[in-house]
C-alpha cells in the first residue's frame, strides 16, 4: 500500500469548512483514509456533533495505542484579512495556510497517516485506536465524552493515548504536555437597592461591594506552584452595570473572573472558598450576591515515566530536540481522557493557532508522522 502523504491529508481536512459544531465532510475523509486500512469505523454522533471511532486490531487487546484530537476549527474572522483562502490549503514557500492546519488538522492527519502506515506494514500484536471529535472548540459536551461513554458501553479500552495538540512553542519538539492546569469561570451577581445619586443613603450600592470582592478575590495568592505547575492565577475579566445615568445608583452589578489552577485545587475547593469570600462582602455592605460557576475542567497530571518516555525518546530521534515536560497553556480534552487511561500530548509548533493566516510548515508535519510512527514501533515493539 501507497505511504500516506499527511500533508495531503491535511489539506483535504483543511478544505472541509468544519467551523464548530459543523463536521463539513472531514470525518468523511478520515473514514475513508481508515477504513482502506482495515480499520472498523464507527460514527459517534451525539447532540449536534460528529465523533468517529477507529480500532485497528481486536477492541479486547491488552496492548491498545491510542490517539486523539479534533477536526473542527475555530471561525476564520475577517475573510478579507486571509493572505490566503481560509480553507484553501495552498501552500507557499512550503508553509500550508489554512484554518485547522495548526490547530489541529495537521495532527489527526499525521497521526491517522502514521496508524495505517504501520499497521499495513507492520501489523502489531495489538491494538490501534483513534478518537476523532468535532466539539473541541465549543463546549466539549458531546465530542470526546461522548466517545469517552461510548468506549465504556462497548467494551473497548485504550492502554494509554497521545493527544496530538500543538504542543512546540516556537520549533518543532521543544514540548510535550504531562498534564494541565485546571480551569474554571465564576459570574457574580450583587443585588442592592436603586436609588439617586444624590441620595446615596437611601439606596444600597452594589458597585462598592463587588469592587470589594473583585480586590479581595485577585489580591489573594492562591499558591507559589507545584513541582510540575506555576502558579494558579486568578484573573477578573469583566464588571459591568449596564448603567447609562450618572444619577442613578444601579440595583444591580455583576462581575466574572477566570482561573486557572494547579494541581493544589480543585473546583470544589475553589468554589467554596468564593462563596466564602462573598458570603463576608455581602454582610459587611448589606446586599445579596449570588454566584454562578463553571468547571471546564479539573487540574491533572500524568507523572513522568514510560508514557512521556516514549514519546520523548521518539521526538528526539526525529527532531533531535529533547522535550521540556510541561502543564502550560489552557485545556484540552486530555482533560476528560485522563480518567480512562495515561495520557500525554504532542503536536506542532503552535504559533499561529487562531490566529487570521493559521498555518504550517510542510516538512514539519511529515516530521510529525515520522514522530508518531515511531512511537508506534517502539510501543509494539
Same mark, same amino acid.
Given at each position: ?37 482495515? !480499520? ?7 447532540? /449536534? ?17 491510542? !490517539? ?14 486571509? #493572505? ?16 485547522? &492546519? ?46 469517552? /461513554? ?67 478575590? &485577585? ?28 444619577? %442613578? ?7 466574572? %473572573? ?12 475553589? #468554589? ?12 459587611? !455592605? ?8 463553571? =468547571?471546564?475542567?479539573?487540574? !491533572? ?13 521518539? %521526538? ?20 476528560? =481522557? ?13 504559533? #499561529?493557532?487562531?490566529? %487570521? ?25
Amino acid at each position: 500500500m501507497t505511504p500516506i502523504d499527511p500533508a495531503r491529508l491535511t489539506a483535504d481536512l483543511i478544505r472541509c469548512p468544519s467551523v464548530t459544531p459543523e463536521e463539513g465532510g472531514a470525518l468523511g475523509v478520515l473514514e475513508q483514509v481508515l477504513g482502506a486500512a482495515g !480499520f472498523n469505523c464507527v460514527r459517534v454522533d451525539r447532540g /449536534d456533533v460528529c465523533n468517529l471511532f477507529a480500532r485497528w486490531g481486536q477492541k479486547d487487546h491488552a496492548r491498545t495505542f491510542g !490517539f486523539n484530537g479534533h477536526i473542527d476549527v475555530v471561525p476564520v474572522g475577517d475573510e478579507a484579512a486571509w #493572505t490566503l483562502p481560509p480553507f484553501g490549503a495552498e501552500v507557499r514557500d512550503g508553509v500550508m495556510y489554512g484554518r485547522g &492546519a495548526t490547530d489541529m488538522k495537521s495532527g489527526v492527519a499525521a497521526f491517522a497517516a502514521a496508524a495505517v502506515d504501520f499497521v499495513q506494514q507492520t501489523p502489531p500484536e495489538g491494538a490501534v485506536v483513534l478518537t476523532i471529535t468535532g466539539d473541541e472548540e465549543g463546549d466539549a459536551v458531546d465530542g470526546t465524552t461522548a466517545l469517552l /461513554d461510548y468506549m465504556d458501553q462497548a467494551g473497548e479500552r485504550m492502554s494509554v493515548c497521545l493527544v496530538g495538540e500543538p504542543t512546540c512553542p516556537d520549533r518543532m519538539g521543544e514540548m510535550m504536555k504531562i498534564g494541565r492546569r485546571g480551569s474554571m469561570t465564576a459570574w457574580f451577581t450583587v443585588t442592592g437597592v436603586q436609588g439617586h445619586s444624590a441620595y446615596p443613603h437611601r439606596a444600597k450600592n452594589p458597585l462598592p461591594a463587588m469592587a470589594r470582592l473583585m480586590d479581595r478575590l &485577585a489580591s489573594h495568592e492562591l499558591d507559589r506552584g507545584t513541582d510540575h505547575f506555576d502558579a494558579s492565577t486568578l484573573a477578573v475579566v469583566t464588571i459591568d452595570t449596564g448603567n447609562p445615568a450618572t444619577n %442613578v445608583i444601579p440595583a444591580q452589578c455583576t462581575g466574572t %473572573v477566570n482561573i486557572r489552577f494547579n494541581d493544589l485545587h480543585t473546583g470544589a475547593g475553589l #468554589t467554596g472558598w468564593m462563596q466564602a469570600e462573598a458570603d463576608r462582602v455581602a454582610e459587611e !455592605f448589606g446586599v445579596e450576591i449570588g454566584i454562578k460557576v463553571k =468547571i471546564s475542567g479539573e487540574s !491533572f497530571l500524568t507523572p513522568p515515566g514510560p508514557l512521556s518516555d516514549l514519546v520523548a525518546a521518539a %521526538v528526539e530521534a526525529e527532531t533531535g530536540v529533547t522535550p521540556e515536560l510541561s502543564t502550560t497553556g489552557g485545556t484540552s480534552d486530555a482533560r476528560f =481522557i485522563k480518567s480512562h487511561c495515561p495520557v500525554v500530548e504532542f503536536g506542532l509548533v503552535g504559533r #499561529t493557532m487562531h490566529q %487570521v493566516d493559521e498555518r504550517a510548515e510542510v516538512a514539519q508535519i511529515h516530521q510529525l508522522k515520522a514522530i508518531y510512527g515511531r512511537i508506534l514501533a517502539d510501543y509494539f515493539a
